[in-house]
């Protein structure tokens, strides 16, 4: 079964801090999404990740930066949290056996809640 | 312009009922076309893709799915629906660019 972990299930930080999240998957995919999800709306794409150390902005980037350094690894950063950030975020990994991005079927971590206070 | 509907926020049905759950799209080619299912606590799992072929295509879990073109739609479809199904339900369409797009969600309640 492909896993994707995300390090926290629930977070909790202040106005002003950096925050990481953390995601990993353990199936070799090329490819990796950080989704925002809030009721109503949806998930939102932030960026996403086709290999290692490339990264492209998806819908809402803004406030957001990503890093991937190892083909396992792909990390959200909020550089200085807000509590418009406040939300569920969803990790997934998807491979690149098809050649369209959107045609392969993504696999999703169980998300990390974040309160920003 | 992008854009995937989910009309219906919230629908509750009784266990043992059928149940349809509607998702409608703007594109301009056949998408590719994608059901999600989130139970509480979950992350995102597959139910089913419609990619091409047979516009009537099966998933887990007993779900369907219907392609209509001329409709620009890809409802889900249980025949019986168990209470272990309530869970919040996401379309997605694309590649849109080259991504996907979900729909805001169908949260399903079911009673007993």
């Known amino acids: 079964d492909v896993k994707v972990t995300q390090s926290s299930r629930y977070l909790v930080k202040r106005t002003g801090e950096k925050v990481f999240l953390e995601c990993v998957q353990d199936m070799d995919h090329e490819n990796m999404f950080w989704y925002r999800q809030d009721p109503g709306l949806g998930l939102r794409l932030i960026y996403f990740s086709y290999d290692v150390k490339m990264k492209e902005k998806g819908d809402i980037p803004e406030g957001y930066s990503v890093s991937r350094e190892k083909k396992e690894r792909f990390s959200l950063i909020l550089e200085s949290a807000s509590t418009n950030q406040t939300s569920m975020y969803l990790c997934?990994?998807?491979?690149?056996?098809?050649?369209?991005?959107?045609?392969?079927?993504?696999?999703f971590g169980a998300g990390t809640r974040l309160s920003v206070l | 312009a992008q854009s995937v509907t989910q009309p219906d926020i919230h629908i509750t049905v009784s266990e043992g009922a059928s149940l349809e759950l509607r998702c409608n799209y703007s594109y301009g080619a056949t998408p590719y076309l994608f059901w999600y299912v989130q139970s509480p606590g979950q992350g995102l799992q597959l139910l089913l893709k419609y990619f091409s072929g047979d516009t009537l295509v099966q998933g887990i879990k007993g779900f369907e799915a219907e392609f209509k073109r001329s409709q620009s739609s890809f409802n889900l479809r249980k025949p019986s629906v168990h209470w272990s199904d309530a869970a919040e339900y996401f379309c997605?369409?694309?590649?849109?660019?080259?991504?996907?797009?979900f729909g805001a969600g169908t949260i399903l309640r079911v009673k007993s």
């Open positions: 997605a369409v694309g590649p849109y660019g080259n991504k996907l797009v």
């Open positions: 997934a990994s998807s491979s690149a056996s098809s050649g369209t991005l959107a045609k392969n079927i993504q696999y």
